[in-house]
């Protein structure tokens, strides 16, 4: 069975940091785009941030010089490191797949979905 497993989500004063992690069971991210989205409550689901296999990246603006997306390709990990959080970043986020080395972070275009990790900024 193809999943997703995410980790790391928590709750954090507002100028913290949280690291999440995402890990594929039933395949590996050769070849895939992996992307970072979260919803916050009442809104839609937003993209925040995504990589390729190749290493690319891209940082939705409210995030940009805050959080960084990274690979491990020994542990077969994407992560996303949020620090200096605001309370603004409360959301559920969700780490998704797609295959293909596009870079979006478009919802529809992914196919694979975590469970959802919750992470609360406090003010």
């Known amino acids: 069975e193809v999943q997703l497993v995410e980790s790391g989500g928590g709750l954090v004063q507002a100028g913290g940091s949280l690291r999440l992690s995402c890990a594929p069971s039933?395949?590996?991210?050769?070849?895939?785009?992996i992307g970072w989205f979260r919803q916050a409550p009442g809104k839609d689901r937003e993209g925040v941030s995504c990589?390729?296999?190749?290493?690319?990246?891209f940082l939705a603006h409210s995030v940009v010089g805050r959080f960084t997306i990274f690979g491990d390709d020994a542990k077969n990990t994407v992560y996303l490191q949020m620090n200096s959080l605001k309370p603004e970043d409360t959301g559920i986020y969700y780490c998704?797949?797609?295959?293909?080395?596009?870079?979006?972070?478009?919802?529809?275009?992914?196919?694979?979905w975590g469970q959802g990790s919750q992470v609360t900024v406090s003010s």
């Open positions: 990589i390729t296999n190749d290493g690319d990246t």
């Open positions: 039933g395949f590996t991210f050769d070849d895939y785009t």
């Open positions: 998704a797949a797609k295959r293909g080395l596009r870079l979006t972070v478009i919802a529809s275009r992914y196919e694979y």
